[in-house]
């Protein structure tokens, strides 16, 4: 054996050293040891062997590869509330608390305990849907993107549905309402210009095969300008009047009035159902706030049509996502419950408030200022249209260095980049994680 080879520690010794063992749980034992293995390899094929010391800090290092691989909690600190890449909507906390109990144990879920029997999984679900949006029956499915499938598969296959070329989405993550239209097994009969529709074109194109008028919102682009469209009032009138339903993808689904938040206003679910639509199909993880979800609410007829889809069954949302919607719609019963709602304690938290907090991060952090900022949406709802918001500004000739240095801490920062400084919105960091950001900027500085 070469001196090199016994001087080498084994690999049971690594698997407990104070240093790595904690890695177990974070990796699990396979992958704490193949790092091991790995880095012990490398010492054979080109020693000496280094310090010990040294080659523990090697393999941690191969070993935080591997943990920043794993889903973790990260602090948004790039002032976009509704992150698609950093989980869109955070939950509020009775939320979550009910998903613990519909998960940890057996629930009623499906089982009607004053009759003894099997009950409807969307009871009650339905119970609170109607009281928030005032519609008459509600379904839930797994995403708005399955809403939209369910409605057009149950109610235009091997027909036709009219939709404005305006209203043509493509959202992220692959969703373009053509090809689900097309998926579903209905005609796409596409009128108007890119700009500019009228009733008389939606009329001109209804025919004996036409099953829906649709509309969908352009959640993500805005079309500025030389502009005509038709509201759905309108759209509904030319419906009834031909006997064909108008249904809608309202796509973030506000319940609220945004304006309230010094937001332009955005089409609610229920201004849909007050235009008459037959069907409005929303996200739970946009403007609700609540999980991911897809919920269709309107016509009761309609809604036993979908219920009565075989294809719902591999559509449908299990017991946690039923108990964090329920939670979550509870919530909007008043103003000061609602901002339980993490998204609208973000959008209610005055400027002052914002302020106030970044001062305490300047204590830690050298070089660094308070900015007026703007914080934005995103998720694809009101494009364009930011808030105020304030962030603490970290001025540096590396931007991107220290931004890699903030996303390699134990909880990472995720923050934005604007003319070489580091910016760290106030607006999406959580109070609770303001400590964490204090010990990371203080660690800047050492
Ligand atoms: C976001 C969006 C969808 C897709 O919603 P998911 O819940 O992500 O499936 C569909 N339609 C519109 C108009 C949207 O804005």
Same mark, same amino acid.
């Given at each position: 054996?070469?001196?090199?080879?016994?001087?080498?520690?084994?690999?049971?010794?690594?698997?407990?050293?104070?240093?790595?063992?904690?890695?177990?749980?974070?990796?699990?034992?396979?992958?704490?040891?193949?790092?091991?293995a790995q880095?012990?390899?490398r010492?054979?094929?080109?020693p000496?062997?280094?310090?010990?010391?040294?080659?523990?800090?090697?393999?941690?290092?191969?070993l935080?590869?591997?943990?920043?691989?794993?889903?973790?909690?990260?602090?948004n600190?790039?002032?976009t509330?509704?992150?698609?890449?950093?989980?869109?909507?955070?939950?509020?906390?009775?939320?979550?608390?009910?998903?613990?109990?519909?998960?940890?144990?057996?629930?009623?879920?499906?089982y009607?305990?004053?009759?003894?029997?099997?009950?409807?999984?969307?009871?009650?679900?339905?119970?609170?849907?109607?009281?928030?949006?005032?519609?008459?029956?509600?379904?839930?499915?797994?995403n708005?993107?399955?809403?939209?499938?369910?409605?057009l598969?149950?109610?235009?296959?091997?027909?036709?549905?009219?939709?404005?070329?305006?209203?043509?989405?493509?959202?992220?993550?692959?969703?373009?309402?053509?090809?689900?239209?097309?998926?579903?097994?209905?005609?796409?009969?596409?009128?108007g210009?890119?700009?500019k529709?009228?009733?008389?074109?939606?009329?001109?194109?209804?025919?004996?095969?036409?099953a829906?008028?649709?509309?969908?919102?352009?959640s993500?682009?805005?079309?500025?300008?030389?502009?005509?469209e038709?509201?759905?009032?309108?759209?509904?009138?030319?419906g009834?009047?031909?006997?064909?339903?108008?249904?809608?993808?309202?796509g973030?689904?506000?319940?609220?009035?945004?304006?309230e938040?010094?937001?332009?206003?955005?089409?609610?679910?229920?201004?849909a159902?007050?235009?008459?639509?037959?069907?409005?199909a929303?996200?739970?993880?946009?403007?609700?706030?609540?999980?991911? #979800?897809?919920?269709?609410?309107?016509?009761?007829a309609?809604? $036993? @049509?979908?219920?009565? !889809?075989?294809? &719902?069954?591999? =559509? *449908?949302?299990?017991?946690?996502?039923i108990?964090?919607?329920?939670?979550?719609?509870?919530?909007?019963?008043?103003?000061?419950?609602?901002e339980?709602?993490?998204?609208?304690?973000?959008?209610?938290?005055?400027?002052?408030?914002?302020?106030e907090?970044?001062?305490?991060?300047?204590?830690?952090?050298?070089?660094?200022?308070?900015?007026?900022s703007t914080?934005?949406?995103?998720?694809?709802?009101?494009?364009?249209s930011?808030m105020?918001s304030?962030?603490?500004?970290?001025?540096?000739?590396?931007?991107?260095?220290?931004h #890699?240095?903030?996303?390699?801490?134990?909880?990472?920062?995720? $923050? @934005?980049?604007?003319? !070489?400084?580091? &910016?760290?919105? =106030? *607006?999406?960091?959580?109070?609770?994680?303001?400590?964490?950001v204090?010990?990371?900027?203080?660690?800047?500085?050492?």
């Amino acid at each position: 054996m070469s001196d090199v080879l016994r001087g080498l520690p084994a690999v049971h010794r690594l698997l407990e050293h104070e240093s790595l063992a904690p890695y177990e749980h974070l990796v699990g034992r396979d992958a704490l040891r193949t790092a091991i293995a790995q880095e012990l390899d490398r010492v054979r094929a080109a020693p000496p062997m280094p310090p010990l010391g040294l080659l523990v800090a090697r393999i941690s290092e191969r070993l935080d590869r591997a943990v920043a691989e794993n889903l973790h909690a990260v602090i948004n600190a790039t002032g976009t509330l509704l992150h698609t890449n950093l989980g869109r909507a955070p939950l509020a906390a009775s939320a979550l608390a009910a998903a613990g109990e519909a998960g940890a144990g057996y629930s009623n879920i499906e089982y009607d305990l004053i009759a003894g029997e099997r009950g409807s999984r969307y009871r009650r679900l339905n119970a609170v849907l109607r009281e928030v949006t005032g519609a008459e029956d509600s379904l839930v499915v797994n995403n708005c993107a399955a809403a939209v499938l369910l409605m057009l598969d149950t109610l235009a296959r091997g027909a036709e549905v009219i939709v404005a070329r305006s209203q043509l989405i493509e959202i992220g993550g692959g969703f373009r309402l053509p090809d689900v239209l097309a998926r579903s097994g209905a005609t796409l009969v596409e009128v108007g210009a890119t700009n500019k529709v009228y009733v008389a074109d939606y009329a001109a194109a209804l025919s004996r095969r036409t099953a829906l008028l649709m509309r969908s919102h352009p959640s993500n682009y805005r079309i500025e300008g030389f502009v005509a469209e038709v509201d759905a009032g309108e759209l509904v009138e030319l419906g009834t009047r031909a006997g064909v339903p108008v249904v809608e993808d309202l796509g973030s689904g506000a319940v609220v009035d945004l304006r309230e938040y010094g937001l332009p206003h955005e089409r609610t679910v229920q201004e849909a159902l007050h235009d008459g639509v037959a069907l409005a199909a929303f996200s739970g993880d946009k403007l609700l706030g609540g999980p991911q #979800a897809g919920i269709i609410v309107g016509n009761g007829a309609y809604i $036993a @049509r979908l219920r009565g !889809n075989p294809l &719902l069954r591999a =559509l *449908r949302v299990d017991k946690v996502t039923i108990a964090l919607l329920s939670a979550t719609l509870k919530l909007y019963r008043t103003k000061e419950s609602r901002e339980q709602i993490p998204l609208y304690a973000m959008l209610g938290a005055s400027l002052e408030s914002l302020r106030e907090r970044a001062a305490a991060y300047l204590r830690e952090a050298a070089n660094a200022t308070i900015v007026e900022s703007t914080a934005y949406l995103g998720g694809g709802t009101l494009p364009g249209s930011g808030m105020p918001s304030i962030a603490v500004s970290l001025r540096t000739p590396y931007p991107e260095e220290l931004h #890699a240095r903030l996303r390699d801490r134990p909880i990472p920062i995720v $923050a @934005r980049i604007e003319e !070489n400084r580091v &910016l760290l919105d =106030l *607006r999406t960091i959580a109070v609770q994680q303001d400590g964490a950001v204090l010990k990371a900027l203080a660690s800047l500085s050492e």
